[in-house]
C-alpha cells in the first residue's frame, strides 16, 4: 500500500509526504514512523491508523494557515466563555471564543466532526421516537435528513403535536455544513433532540435556515480548540503576538483595562439616587457577570453574542439559595456552587430575579460604553428577554416601578389583616402569658403602609418628632432624611430613595380611631425618640 517500505531488518515503515504548503509550518518534508512488525498484514494495518492521523494533522493545520478568522493566541490560550461550560453558542460566537473561527467549525461540521444545532422557539410539529421512522435509503433529500419523513397528515400514531421551545439538532450535519460553507441556506422539516436520545422533532412545515441561525455545543468546540492547540507553532503565537502589540495601538486605552477595575467609579457615578442596600445589590450583580463570564474580561472583550450568551445559557443556570449550597457542600463561590449541583434537580434563578440583575449589568454597560471602557450600544436591538429590552422597560418615561407592581385584592388585603394582631392590637399570648413572640411595629408597619402608601423603610425611621399637628389641627407624617433621632449617639441616619421622596402625609383618620396618636403619645411620655424603638439599625437596609 502507499506509504509502506520495508527496511532491511524487514521491519516495516509508514511514511508522507508533506504537503508543500505545510512544510514551513511542520519544518520536514516527509514524516517517517516504524509500525514495529515485520508481518505485512499487521503492517498495513498499523501503518493505516498512523497514515490516518498524519492526514487529519494536515487537515487540521490546513484550517490554521487557510482560515482568515482564526486567532492562534485563543486557539492556544482558550477562553473564560468556553472553560468548564456546558450548553450551546452561537456559531460565530463559538468561531470568536475558541479562535478557531466560524469557517472552521463548519469545515469540522462538514466532515462530521461537530454537530449543529438551532435553538427552537414555540415551533409547530410532531415529537416522535426515531424507531418509528424508516431511514433514508438513497442520498439524502433536499431536508437534509437521514430519514424517511412523513407530512403532517401521515404521522404515525404514536407522535403527538406540540410546539416545541429548545435545543434541537440536526440528525446529519455533513451535507447542510457544506451548503453553509458555499453561502447557502439550509431548509429541513427534520431536527432529532439532543435532550432526549432516540427522540426526533418533525415540523409540519420546512424552515430555511442561514449561518446566523445555527449553534454548535460548548463541549465540542471546546475538545476541538485543545486539538488544534497542540498543533500552533511557537512561531504562530510569536508571529501573532507581533500583530496584537501593532494593533494595540489602535484599540483605545479604556477597552484594554480590566472590567473589575471599573466597578468602584460606575458605583460612584451612580451613588447619590440609590441607597447602600441597592448600590451593594448593583455591585453584587457586576461582580457575578464577570464571575460567570472571566475575570480578566477587558471591554474589548465584550460583545453582543457574549451579552447574549450571559442572558440565554449562563444566567438561567445560576442556582436558587446558593447560600444553602454553600453550607451543604462547604462551597466558596458560585461556579463552585455551580458545579456542586451539576445533574442534580435543585432549583434555578427565576426569571424574574434574572431579569433584575440584567437591568442592573445593562446599566454597568451603559455607563462603560460612554466612558469609553467598551463599545457603546452593545445593548441596542436586543430584543425579548434582552439586556436592552430589560433596561429600556425600566427607565421607560412616565411609567413607575409602582405602577407595574400588581396590587392586592381585596381578598388578600382581607387574609393579611385578619391576624390577631390587627384585630386586637397586641398578638398572641405565649403559653406563659406574655406578647413575647409580637412587637408594636409588626401591627402598625403594615396599617400605616395600607393608608399613607409610604414604603416600610421610610416608617421603620419615623421619629416621635416625626409626627405632629400644624396649624390647622392636621395630623402630619414628616417623611424625611438626614441626622436621626436615635438616643445612643449611632451613626445611623434616615434615608430615602432619592430627595423627591421628601414629603408630608396626613395622618388617616382610620389610624387615629386605632389609637396611633394614642401609642406616640405613651412613647413620647417615656422618652423614647423613635416610633418603633424595637427596630435595630443595619448599615446596610436601614431599621
Request: hydrophobic residues 40%.
Amino acid at each position: 500500500m502507499d506509504g509502506l517500505t520495508r527496511r532491511r531488518s524487514g521491519v516495516y515503515v509508514a511514511r508522507i509526504s508533506v504537503p508543500a504548503r505545510l512544510r514551513q509550518v511542520i519544518g520536514k518534508t516527509e514524516l517517517i514512523a516504524s509500525t514495529g512488525v515485520r508481518d505485512l498484514k499487521v503492517a498495513r494495518i498499523v501503518a493505516g491508523g498512523i497514515l490516518a492521523a498524519w492526514r487529519r494533522q494536515f487537515l487540521d493545520l490546513e484550517s490554521l494557515t487557510l482560515s482568515q478568522d482564526i486567532d492562534v493566541l485563543r486557539i492556544a490560550s482558550g477562553s473564560p466563555i468556553l472553560a468548564g461550560a456546558t450548553g450551546h453558542l452561537r456559531l460565530a460566537e463559538t468561531g470568536h471564543a475558541s479562535g478557531l473561527g466560524a469557517v472552521t467549525l463548519l469545515r469540522e461540521a462538514a466532515k462530521g466532526q461537530l454537530d449543529l444545532q438551532y435553538w427552537a422557539a414555540g415551533l409547530i410539529g410532531h415529537f416522535i421516537e426515531l424507531s418509528e421512522l424508516d431511514e433514508n435509503p438513497g442520498p439524502l433529500t433536499m431536508y437534509e435528513c437521514d430519514y424517511l419523513v412523513p407530512l403532517p397528515e401521515d404521522m404515525p400514531r404514536e407522535a403527538f403535536e406540540m410546539a416545541f421551545t429548545g435545543v434541537l439538532q440536526l440528525s446529519s450535519a455533513e451535507v447542510p455544513a457544506a451548503r453553509l460553507l458555499n453561502g447557502e441556506s439550509v431548509a429541513t422539516r427534520f431536527f432529532i433532540d439532543p435532550g432526549s436520545p432516540g427522540h426526533g422533532f418533525i415540523l409540519d412545515k420546512p424552515i430555511s435556515l442561514t449561518r446566523d441561525d445555527f449553534h454548535v455545543a460548548t463541549a465540542q468546540v471546546e475538545a476541538l480548540r485543545r486539538r488544534m492547540a497542540t498543533l500552533v507553532t511557537p512561531t504562530q503565537i510569536a508571529e501573532a503576538n507581533t500583530k496584537l502589540q501593532v494593533s494595540a495601538t489602535a484599540t483605545p486605552v479604556d477597552r484594554r483595562r480590566a472590567l473589575k477595575d471599573s466597578i468602584d467609579a460606575f458605583l460612584a457615578d451612580h451613588a447619590n439616587p440609590r441607597g447602600a442596600e441597592q448600590t451593594q445589590r448593583i455591585r453584587s450583580a457586576c461582580e457575578l457577570f464577570l464571575e460567570l463570564m472571566g475575570q480578566d474580561l477587558c471591554g474589548a472583550d465584550l460583545s453582543r453574542e457574549l451579552m447574549r450568551r450571559f442572558r440565554d445559557v449562563v444566567l438561567p443556570r445560576v442556582p436558587a439559595k446558593e447560600n444553602k449550597i454553600r453550607l451543604i457542600h462547604k462551597t466558596k463561590s458560585i461556579t463552585e456552587s455551580m458545579k456542586a449541583i451539576e445533574g442534580v434537580d435543585w432549583p434555578r434563578m427565576s426569571a424574574e430575579q434574572q431579569v433584575k440583575r440584567l437591568i442592573w449589568i445593562s446599566g454597568w454597560m451603559d455607563w462603560l460604553g460612554n466612558e469609553g471602557w467598551a463599545e457603546k450600544g452593545l445593548l441596542d436591538g436586543i430584543s425579548g428577554r434582552g439586556l436592552a429590552g430589560a433596561a429600556s422597560t425600566k427607565r421607560r418615561k412616565n411609567q413607575k416601578d409602582q405602577d407595574r407592581r400588581d396590587s392586592f385584592t381585596e381578598h388578600e388585603l382581607n387574609q393579611i389583616f385578619a391576624a390577631p394582631w390587627f384585630l386586637n392590637g397586641r398578638g398572641e399570648l405565649t403559653k406563659v402569658g406574655t406578647y413575647r413572640t409580637w412587637m408594636p411595629y409588626r401591627t402598625w408597619l403594615p396599617l400605616i403602609g395600607l393608608l399613607t402608601g409610604a414604603r416600610l423603610g421610610e416608617i421603620a425611621q419615623l421619629g416621635i418628632d416625626d409626627i405632629w399637628q400644624n396649624d390647622s389641627g392636621v395630623w402630619l407624617f414628616d417623611i424625611t432624611d438626614g441626622a436621626d433621632q436615635d438616643d445612643d449617639a449611632s451613626p445611623a441616619k434616615k434615608r430615602l430613595k432619592n430627595s423627591n421622596a421628601r414629603r408630608q402625609i396626613p395622618v388617616h383618620p382610620k389610624l387615629i380611631e386605632l389609637g396611633l396618636l394614642d401609642w406616640h403619645k405613651q412613647l413620647q411620655q417615656h422618652g423614647y425618640k423613635r416610633l418603633f424603638p424595637e427596630l435595630k439599625f443595619d448599615a446596610v437596609k436601614g431599621y
